[in-house]
């Protein structure tokens, strides 16, 4: 059984900040990983998707890795503001997304 | 708007009421998913549809819990005699199944609240 877990769990930093995010799953046969942002009471807005033939994605400030044969994903947001304040959540992709529990992401001014 | 959207947004019901939802998938998508979210927990998945077969149940779906998607469009999904524990909020997803990415977007969600 697939189980994805992301660490840490909550994290403050002030703004400016590189912060690196890490998912780690059991399971490497998936076909993809994807990343999402959720605003309190919100939906999730899809960040980057991240195909099991590659190693990385790139969209702006973030950046996520993948390593399958360790199950590993890492998001790394740099110069980090306080607009990025959001949990931050990652999902491997069988034919349904597994999703993990999030960290939680306070940037402050 | 083209993105995915679901109505209600909120649902304040009483036990033992039944409710519906309804999820509108972005046009061309042909997988429509249904997520459960409770407070401080990621979506766990329910169930999801290709055109208008369902394909996958979890085992969180319990008989009082129901999902159709007529004609392979809309989605409803219907939960009867609702319970306390039902509270959450509903998500749906779609994708388009034809490309390697089978990238799922999101819904604003439905948040149910059970009294």
Redesign the interface.
């Known amino acids: 059984k697939q189980e994805v877990t992301q660490i840490p769990a909550a994290l403050s930093v002030p703004e400016g900040e590189n912060l690196v995010l890490n998912c780690s799953f059991t399971d490497s046969a998936i076909y993809n990983l994807q990343w999402f942002r959720q605003d309190p009471g919100k939906g999730l807005t899809s960040l980057l998707l991240i195909q099991s033939s590659q190693r990385e994605q790139t969209s702006g400030r973030l950046n996520a890795s993948l390593d399958k044969s360790s199950g590993r994903s890492t998001l790394y947001i740099a110069a980090s503001q306080p607009g990025d304040s959001a949990t931050y959540l990652c999902a491997v992709q069988g034919d349904k997304l597994i999703f993990g529990t999030g960290t939680r992401l306070q940037v402050f001014p | 708007d083209t993105g995915v959207s ?1 109505d209600p947004r909120h649902k304040i019901t009483k036990r033992g009421q039944n409710v519906t939802f309804r999820c509108d998938p972005i046009s061309e998508h042909n997988r429509l ?1 249904w ?1 459960r979210q409770t407070l ?6 329910l169930t ?1 549809f290709q055109n208008e077969a369902q ?2 149940k979890s085992r969180l779906l319990s008989d009082r819990f129901s999902a159709e998607r007529p004609k392979g469009s809309f989605s409803t999904l219907e939960i009867q005699r609702t319970e306390q524990g039902d509270s959450a ?1 509903y ?1 749906c ?1 779609s994708s388009f199944s034809g490309t ?10 439905t ?1 149910l609240t059970v009294l």
């Open positions: 679901q998913y997520y401080g927990q990621g979506p766990e998945f999801y394909l996958e909020m998500l997803a390697s990415y089978n990238e799922q977007f999101f819904g604003p969600g948040r």
